[in-house]
């Protein structure tokens, strides 16, 4: 060996990792003005960092070929900034997703309310919910949706649509591609697909024969929900007369997320992060609306308690006895 370098690469890191925090929060801060929200506890602690950092060794020998590097370390580069500058960027990631999530969320949020103000506008109007469109024997031809544009500011696409025909007739299926950019959901999906859905089926506010108006939601306009934002495999297209059938069975249907989340829009407008931890009758009472079900909605954002198994019975020792001296218990 020519030459040997050493660097206390865990004391590096103990030095920088504040900097680093600092900067974060920093940016966090200047992001925050613009409507982006980082959570700068999402970094893990130096502790969690530097028990799996170790010195950097890296040695030169001279040979017949010539000179031979050889480095280990915990950090490329043998903690060399540059070098080490990904394994930073990596820290931060959690917290930008986080903040990109959040983001997505509420811009969701804000597109369910818009949705909810033009199902207020529409009833303001007609005097009834948006129904699907219907032929003479009440069988659904276009989605509640389509009746819905000209209070989206949407008149001109409304104009085009033939109502007493089919969604998938010659004349409509060609508007399937023009869906509004209000239908479609940030956490993205199919272009002509849209994840906001009502709740269909008999005691819900989209019942099979229509014909639904607030004074008739007696539980309450802020107890009852009126349109969510389903899974991604559940998604409809938009023209298309389909929502999520409700089966009072499985009433969380269409609704299973990673997060434990999903979004809803309730009948007074405004809009709530539901929890998939607040039980089947709490879901139920959601969606009936004349079902005379008490609600408490401060409890319905909480997240699914974790499952704690139960503690398992310390296995009892035996110990065998010489006398008054116990045995040793042998080494494996």
Not at 65 to 86: K, Q, T, W, Y
Not at 129 to 138: H, T
Request: proline share 10%; charged share 25%.
């Amino acid at each position: 060996v020519s030459s040997i370098a050493y660097q206390d690469t865990p004391a590096l890191v103990r030095s920088l990792y504040p900097w680093l925090r600092i900067g974060l929060q920093m940016a966090a801060g200047e992001l925050r003005k613009q409507g982006v929200e980082i959570d700068t506890t999402a970094l893990p602690s130096d502790e969690l960092i530097l028990k799996h950092l170790r010195p950097a060794i890296s040695t030169m020998r001279h040979a017949e070929d010539g000179f031979h590097f050889e480095s280990h370390s915990s950090l490329p580069g043998g903690g060399n900034i540059v070098a080490a500058a990904p394994i930073g960027a990596a820290l931060v990631l959690p917290a930008i997703a986080k903040a990109r999530e959040a983001a997505r969320t509420a811009q969701e949020m804000n597109t369910l309310k818009q949705l909810a103000l033009a199902v207020h506008n529409y009833h303001d109007a007609k005097k009834a919910f948006p129904d699907d469109v219907r032929d003479q024997n009440g069988k659904p031809l276009i989605s509640w949706r389509v009746r819905l544009l000209p209070f989206l500011e949407e008149n001109a696409l409304y104009a085009r649509f033939k109502l007493n025909e089919p969604w998938d007739s010659p004349n409509n299926r060609p508007l399937l591609d023009q869906m509004p950019v209000i239908y479609r959901s940030p956490s993205g999906g199919p272009a002509n697909k849209t994840r906001f859905v009502a709740f269909t089926g008999e005691h819900t506010v989209f019942p099979p024969e229509g014909k639904m108006s607030f004074k008739k939601v007696t539980d309450g306009l802020s107890n009852t929900l009126m349109i969510v934002e389903s899974t991604p495999d559940k998604a409809v297209e938009w023209t298309k007369p389909a929502d999520i059938d409700f089966d009072p069975a499985k009433p969380f249907a269409g609704l299973q997320s990673p997060q434990g989340f999903f979004l809803a829009a309730f009948c007074d407008g405004s809009v709530q992060r539901l929890s998939l931890g607040i039980g089947d009758e709490a879901m139920k009472a959601l969606v009936t609306p004349a079902g005379d079900e008490a609600v408490d909605r401060g409890t319905l954002d909480q997240p699914p308690a974790p499952h704690v198994a139960p503690p398992t019975p310390r296995a009892q020792r035996t110990e065998k006895y010489q006398g008054d001296v116990p045995a040793v218990p042998a080494r494996r």
